[in-house]
């Protein structure tokens, strides 16, 4: 168990949806990331906040938005959900540099989206 | 940008017997880490090692380790004595102060009894 909370763990929803992802991270992480991994796919990194700022943008796409809360917990917004988006996104957290920047993973929430 | 390149897409391996999984990275920071996540089919993402880039010293993880080449930005992962729970896709990734986590494309390990 690595800490990293992620709910849900599987979600179905139709075209055209919009669908909120929640992270809470391990106890004491500042900084949030989330990943998108399609079938048999590499990860694609969305999205990083730290300490409830925006710290770093990969290819997140414009109908996806994310933010980080006051207590840590971090929430990604997909919308106008197309049948592409279905993927296993997964939330990680980090002390940042006191660990070496290693990131720790959460177990993913499925999304299909049908 | 920091890429990360994992040249070998699938390797397979026999039980007992050493695998090593390739990659390289690209960067102009002299600080920065590097990581080896292994993920199984249930798709958790698993740390296998870290390794600093100001350690010259390679990292070790009981059956895992790492060379580290820094000139060459190579940073390949070994595995002795495998076993067939080792069997998964590994990712390597690079991190540094100034940047997110970035992974490579990940390699399929299979290993064969």
């Known amino acids: 168990d690595s800490g990293v909370t992620q709910t849900p763990k599987h979600l179905i929803t139709a075209t055209g949806q919009r669908v909120t992802l929640r992270c809470s991270p391990r106890?004491?992480?500042?900084?949030v990331y989330w990943y998108q991994q399609s079938l048999d796919q590499g990860l694609q990194f969305l999205i990083q906040?730290?300490?409830?700022?925006?710290?770093a943008k990969g290819n997140i796409l414009e109908r996806f938005s994310a933010q980080q809360f006051p207590d840590l917990h971090s929430e990604l917004n997909l919308s106008s959900l197309e049948l592409g988006d279905s993927a296993l996104y997964f939330c990680?957290?980090?002390?940042?540099?006191?660990?070496?920047?290693?990131?720790?993973f959460g177990e993913g929430s499925w999304l299909t989206v049908v | 940008a920091q890429t990360v390149t994992q040249s070998q897409p699938e390797m397979s391996v026999q039980e007992a017997e050493t695998v090593t999984l390739s990659c390289t990275y690209d960067?102009?920071?002299?600080?920065?880490?590097l990581f080896w996540y292994k993920q199984p089919p249930s798709r958790q993402m698993i740390l296998v090692i870290r390794?600093?880039?100001?350690?010259?010293q390679n990292a070790t993880e009981n059956r895992f380790s790492v060379n580290f080449q820094k000139a060459a930005k190579s940073f390949s992962l070994k595995i002795s004595d495998s076993q067939l729970g080792d069997a998964a896709m590994y990712f390597c990734?690079?991190?540094?102060?100034?940047?997110?986590?970035?992974f490579g494309a990940g390699t399929r390990l299979t290993v064969k009894p």
């Open positions: 960067t102009s920071e002299s600080d920065y880490y």
């Open positions: 906040y730290y300490n409830g700022e925006e710290r």
């Open positions: 390794q600093e880039a100001y350690k010259q």
């Open positions: 106890s004491g992480d500042l900084s």
């Open positions: 990734a690079y991190s540094s102060n100034n940047n997110d986590m970035r």
């Open positions: 990680a957290s980090s002390v940042s540099t006191l660990d070496g920047n290693t990131i720790y």
